[in-house]
């Protein structure tokens, strides 16, 4: 559908309202106040570029026409066609800049599609507790959620790179998801791995990480991606139990309250990872 305009404003607010593409005259634009033509343009969503095709007098072309170069620097996405013409090579431009116009829309939709999935993504991985990760594997460079972060005892807004990452774990359990990454890495194998971190406050958690690699267009592997959780109470919550269970198992096969003691005192130190503990 095709409407016209008396004047820059009633124009912009059209276009404003939607449009596919706009045809206009030089002589409409030239000397004109372009502020709110401006303003829309600098308005456009990221997926937008408007198309114009500016209908020039005879020997209009850029290089003999400086208003025609103000309007291009102003306008961007413009096409200028000298008049006159044949009317073929309007329908031309055009039936161009509609089809242009419409896979700015498609892009549209695509944008939003992905950040739909973005946010149902973001919605799921608070739900779960998780925090997500990627790695550039070429340059070891980490990016991680700001609940990935939380996982490490690291603020969202505090840096956390690959290095930072290692210092963390637990000297006890690096080489462990060292070689969990490695196998992943050449075997295709699925990342999963849990280990030990030290927070910067020195209190010590459980992580459970999973993560899976990612190839680009020409089949090379290029990033691995994936999730972090903390399993601090499930992993202290079966330390508990298995303590019970070795405490009731040893005491059903002793008589001695020393022995007894002993065994409850060595148990107790073992499930809270001290190196002493009295009996008596």
Request: charged residues 25%; neutral net charge; glycine residues 10%.
């Amino acid at each position: 559908e095709a409407a016209a305009f008396p004047d820059i404003p009633s124009f912009v607010r059209a276009l404003r309202g939607g449009a596919g593409f706009a045809i206009v005259t030089e002589e409409t634009l030239r000397g004109a106040d372009l502020r709110d033509l401006a303003g829309f343009l600098a308005d456009q969503a990221e997926w937008s570029d408007f198309p114009f095709i500016v209908l020039t007098a005879r020997g209009g072309g850029l290089e003999r026409n400086p208003g025609a170069v103000r309007l291009l620097e102003i306008l961007g996405n413009v096409t200028f066609l000298e008049r006159p013409f044949h009317p073929t090579t309007l329908i031309s431009l055009a039936r161009a800049a509609r089809r242009a116009r419409l896979r700015q829309y498609e892009a549209r939709t695509r944008l939003e599609d992905i950040r739909a999935g973005q946010e149902r993504l973001r919605v799921a991985l608070n739900a779960g507790g998780l925090g997500a990760w990627t790695m550039e594997l070429r340059t070891n460079t980490l990016h991680a959620s700001p609940d990935c972060k939380a996982h490490y005892g690291r603020r969202a807004d505090e840096p956390f790179d690959y290095d930072q990452l290692i210092a963390t774990i637990h000297p006890d359990d690096r080489e462990r998801m060292r070689a969990a990454a490695d196998l992943s890495i050449e075997t295709g194998a699925h990342f999963d791995v849990e280990y030990r971190t030290l927070w910067p406050d020195g209190s010590l958690h459980w992580i459970q990480v999973n993560g899976r690699l990612e190839r680009n267009d020409r089949g090379r592997i290029e990033q691995m991606v994936g999730v972090s959780q903390d399993i601090t109470a499930r992993r202290r919550t079966e330390s508990h139990q298995a303590a019970l269970i070795a405490l009731g198992d040893g005491l059903r096969q002793m008589t001695d309250p020393t022995a007894m003691s002993f065994l409850a005192a060595q148990i107790l130190g073992s499930t809270l990872g001290v190196s002493r503990a009295g009996y008596g």
